[in-house]
């Protein structure tokens, strides 16, 4: 596996730049840290009164990382 970083665009209209080191899984595919918790795969911490101090992030079911495509 090879390491490299990449910019990512995300946010509602894909216009926020975000610099994010890529894990090359090989195939085309990649692995990032979780843009929507940071990577902790806890996304109770934003709204503890609503869904729980310890919620799974729901955009990577609480792992902290997610697939791209390279």
């Known amino acids: ?7 990512v665009y995300c946010a509602w209209n894909c216009n926020t730049e975000v610099d994010i080191e890529i894990v090359y ?7 990032i840290w979780c843009l929507e918790c940071g990577g902790d795969g806890n996304w109770g911490k934003f709204a ?8 799974a992030c729901i955009d990577c079911k609480g792992t902290g990382r997610k ?4």
């Not at 899984?25 to 692995?31: N, S």
């Not at 697939?67 to 390279?70: A, G």
Request: with cysteine; aromatic share 0%.
């Open 48 to 55: 503890p009164e609503i869904v729980g101090p310890d919620c």
């Open 25 to 31: 899984l090989g195939c085309g595919a990649g692995q």
């Open 1 to 7: 596996m090879t390491d490299s970083s990449a910019v």
């Open 67 to 70: 697939l791209v495509s390279i």
